[in-house]
């Protein structure tokens, strides 16, 4: 049963590589496919919370079958992003892992703790004439050496 073993993206991965190959739809997974179906899917999740303003965490007045639906609209959001990485030969778990250690270096926790603003007191315009050493301008984040540091 699905709910009984342990959930990696590497197993979601393998998954979505065998449903794919079982139904001879591989020759339609190419990444710009992938990502046009995400985006259809992402538009989904929006509509679920459309019109319903701000919800509290953990959304105490929503019904089951509402949470239900909410479920099924993330789980095809991550569904195809697995696969788009796939196709891509992208490694997403590793790349998640990367990306957070580029935004603890981009975002300190002193100057953003507690300040919904705090990202944006450290984000660079593209265009910004001083960017920090710790930066690639090339990529708009921290540079591979800053990683080092």
């Known amino acids: 049963m699905a709910g009984e073993e342990e959930v990696t993206l590497e197993s ?12 001879d739809w591989e020759p339609f997974h190419s990444p710009r496919n992938l990502l046009l179906a995400l985006v259809g899917e992402v538009g989904e999740l929006s509509e679920i919370f459309q019109w319903k303003g701000e919800v509290p965490k953990g959304l ?11 479920g099924e609209e993330l789980s095809d959001v991550l569904l195809y992003l697995v696969r788009l990485s796939d196709m891509c030969g992208v490694d997403l778990g590793k790349a998640a892992l990367r990306k957070l250690e580029l935004n603890a270096l981009k975002y300190p926790v002193q100057p953003c703790k507690g300040s919904s603003s705090g990202k944006l ?3 660079h315009h ?7 050493s710790t ?4 990529s708009g984040g921290a540079s591979e050496e800053a990683l080092k540091r």
């Open 12 to 23: 979601l991965r393998k998954k979505m590589a065998d449903f794919a190959r079982e139904r």
């Open 121 to 123: 007191k450290h984000t």
């Open 60 to 70: 105490p007045d929503w019904g089951e079958e509402e949470k239900q639906h909410l």
């Open 126 to 132: 593209p265009t910004s004439a001083s960017k920090s």
């Open 135 to 138: 930066e690639d301008p090339n």
